[in-house]
């Protein structure tokens, strides 16, 4: 592989606290070196800014319920699907995006790496089949567990060793990356029409709180020492004065230790807290309960969270969150669509727009960036839309103008229909935070790859880490006054360095690059009953064999597996 | 006004997709550049002057200009496709799309549209002097927010699924239709003059059909409430009034349900 020197740019790499030094990138055989030869491909990036590729910790990009919202949605590709370029294929949709368009945005934006935030574990074929065709990034997905049958029985009684088994054999069985827990308990309950709003609901036939589905899994998690921590969405989402819940079900990472190789910190990532920091007892009186939450996880070190912004856009809500999306559903009116996964879990897809007219949406869209601004840590804050249920990820460049201009918020909270409403209601108006760009690469390159456990591999530029270069149109000792041009800045990338490979330039896609599924192997010693628990329940309840359940190796056919080794 | 002809030369062998065809992007141009303006047959881009013979000339608006097709385009797609002002007339039938998302101006074909003639029209008018296929004046498929404005007159007969989604403006066919009037409507008025198979108003929400012939299946949805006197498109008349759809959810005006409205022409 050919070698590059990317030249006198402006370097952001938070994971070695290097803030806007000019240097020199050198890249060699897909890594990162301290040096190369006189023959260095060269890219010239004085003037502008040098970051990692970025790494989005939770996006809903490949799997059956994003494919729902495809198919269902015909209207997301309506004049948005420009005709092929050569060479490339076709793109369209806008918040659901073909898996095409999906890693061309990507890419444009200076990403090398995706989390597929909801792998329902009997479609983790089909997920993986998307994956493949997403060309460029590099993506991992997190099978669901904060419904599934096995989990419920084991930590009923206690049984963590059982339940850490159980994890370890499904997460090889689907090649995903971690545990995701969404509307832990609540979504088992959606199966007889019900759902968990509070931490301690039980759920019918389990009896079982969420509270103990949470906990057991946090500390399953930690026995196993993954990358990755317990990755949630919180019980009770979208509804106004769930911010106490959210705050209550944070709690339940005090007192467990992180325990794993991998420099992780956190032992909870809470995820879209923007969707679970509502105050008020109605959408009449709803508001902001930004400060609340983050007055706690800016003092509770064993948590990272993620914002899911709202960006005031026409987007595919899409969660493996039954009961919610049929509640979304019942406000807005348009169509829905609704999917049980046998024993796992369970998706639901409805459309919403978030419409500036509307208050609701306009404070929603203030929440999602006080967030980041009351943070304190922002290696333990990520930039996220928790595409597309919030907005699409090619909004992402404009939640960064949002973040880094006071000038641009105030021009969107201008444009609502509800200023005045929504100011009183939330605190953007008084907040004069701008974050720098510096804090924008920990939200988006250093700190998301620390919390999946891979700030080896990604989120950096030390010699040995993957080359994932992105250069940005931004001069870092003159930004300009024009909020416009940062967005512009990051939705296009100067330049785009994918593992050693320029697959981006001016905003152009050059090259498909080599994408790679990341996923983890947990090796364990054997634990005969959960072996038996789970071949006993594929003979009497699974609609497939235990034989054809295991995603075969061809459907990944460029891995990269980490390690990890549990001792007996 | 100043008008500018096309002069169709050649069938296209695929369908043409003829979304220049439009008084908002000729205006201001040059035969020659109006020639060169792209178009799609397949995957392949082509111009239209490949399909047509180019003459006169447009106005610097598009509300000055009119464009006349001199004959037939029932192999040309999206004849007027979001235009905002001016005119079209087709001397000769037209295919899919015409008028399609049109905002203003006025739109004349004297042949028989196939389908999706006004889908998702926000103004303007169109009038069609012959027969038209499915979906006149429907949503795009999918979407929720159909026909919001103008008038879409059809002379002849229609197909199935007129008016889905609507929301608001008007669609009078003068002959029969078939099945799936109105579906999902939360607006707008339909008229039509002759019978129609079944399938009225169903999920509709809000909005008034008037039927001058007969319904042959009513769907049971719909509940009468009174006879009344009504003027239709000129025509005076005795309906049975119906509302419905009752399987649909009843928003509230005023403290008031609200229930979409309609009217059949009562039996002599
Ligand atoms: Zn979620
Ligand atoms: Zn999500």
Known sequence: ?568 | MATVTLKPTKVPELMLEGYTISPDTFAGKTPAQIAGLEGREGKIKVKLGDFFEVSGSPGKTATETDIVIAGDCSRVKYIGNKMTAGSITVNGNADMYVGGWMKGGRIHVTGNVHSFCGIAMEGGEILVDGKAENYVGCAYRGDWRGMRGGTIRIKGSAGNDIGTFMLGGTIIIEKDAFIHVSTHAEGGTVIIKGDVEGRVGGQMVKGDIFVLGKIKYMLPGFKKIATVEKEVDGVMATFDHYIGDLGERHPKSKGKEIFANLYVKAAA
């Open chain 1, 1 to 568: 592989m050919a070698e590059i020197i990317v030249k006198n740019g402006f370097v952001i790499d938070p994971a070695r606290k290097i803030d806007g030094d000019v240097a020199d990138v050198a890249i060699k055989d897909g890594k990162i070196v301290d040096k190369v030869g006189s023959g260095a491909k060269v890219i010239d990036a004085k003037g502008k800014v040098v970051m990692a590729g970025g790494v989005d910790v939770h996006a809903h990009v490949a799997g059956p319920k994003v494919n729902v919202g495809r198919l269902f949605r015909p209207e997301d590709k309506l004049f948005k699907s420009p005709m092929a370029q050569d060479k490339f294929r076709v793109e369209s949709g806008f918040s659901i995006p073909s898996t095409f368009k999906t890693g061309y945005d990507y890419a444009r934006m200076g990403y090398a790496f995706v989390m597929e935030a909801a792998m329902p574990p009997l479609h983790s074929p089909h997920v993986h089949e998307e994956i493949h065709d997403t060309p460029i990034i590099d993506e991992g997905a997190l099978p669901v567990f904060g419904n599934n049958w096995f989990v419920m029985d084991y930590l009923k009684k206690g049984e963590v060793e059982n339940t850490a088994a159980y994890i370890a054999w499904l997460i090889k069985a689907t090649k995903g990356f971690g545990v995701k827990l969404v509307n832990p308990g609540g979504t088992a309950a959606w199966g007889w029409g019900l759902n968990c709003l509070s931490l301690n609901d039980p759920v019918p036939y389990f009896e079982i709180t969420p509270a103990e589905i949470i906990t057991g899994c946090l500390k399953a998690n930690e026995y196993l020492g993954l990358p990755h921590s317990v990755h949630i969405h919180q019980n009770n989402l979208g509804n106004p004065g769930n911010y106490q819940i959210t705050i209550d079900s944070l709690k339940l990472a005090e007192g467990i230790k992180p325990k794993n190789k991998f420099g992780r910190e956190q032992v909870m990532h809470s995820t879209h807290i923007q969707f679970h920091s509502y105050k008020g007892s109605n959408w009449g009186d709803f508001e902001s309960g930004a400060k609340e939450v983050m007055d706690y996880v800016n003092k509770s070190k064993g948590l990272t969270i993620d914002l899911g912004c709202v960006t005031l856009d026409e987007t595919t809500t899409m969660t493996a969150d039954g009961p919610f999306e049929h509640h979304l559903n019942g406000l807005n009116h348009l169509k829905w669509a609704n999917v049980d996964v046998e024993l796992e879990t369970a998706a639901g897809v409805v459309p919403y727009v978030y419409d500036p007219n509307i208050k609701v949406c306009g404070i929603q869209w203030a929440i999602g960036l006080e967030l980041g601004l009351y943070a304190k840590n922002m290696d333990r804050t990520f930039i996220t839309t928790d595409h597309p249920n919030a907005g699409p990820f090619t909004r992402y460049p404009r939640v960064i103008k949002w973040l880094m201009s006071k000038k641009a918020r105030e021009a969107t909270l201008n444009s609502l229909k509800h200023k005045d409403k929504v100011i009183d209601a939330t605190h953007i108006h008084g907040i004069d935070r701008e974050l720098t760009l510096y804090e924008i690469a920990q939200m988006t390159r250093s700190g998301p790859a620390k919390c999946l456990g891979m700030s080896n591999i990604y989120g950096g530029l030390a010699p040995g880490m993957n080359a994932d270069v992105a250069v940005f149109d931004l001069n870092y000792k003159n930004m300009p006054s024009d909020p416009e041009k940062i967005e512009k800045a990051f939705q296009r990338a100067a330049c785009f360095i994918k593992s050693g490979e320029i697959v981006v330039k001016d905003g152009e896609v050059l090259d498909h690059g080599h994408k790679r599924t990341v996923w983890v192997n947990v090796k364990m010693p054997e634990n005969p009953q959960v072996k038996r628990d789970i071949a006993q329940s594929f003979t009497k309840d699974y609609t497939v064999g235990i034989d054809n359940y295991p995603v075969r190796d061809y459907l990944v056919p460029h891995p990269f597996v980490i390690d990890v080794n549990v001792e007996a």
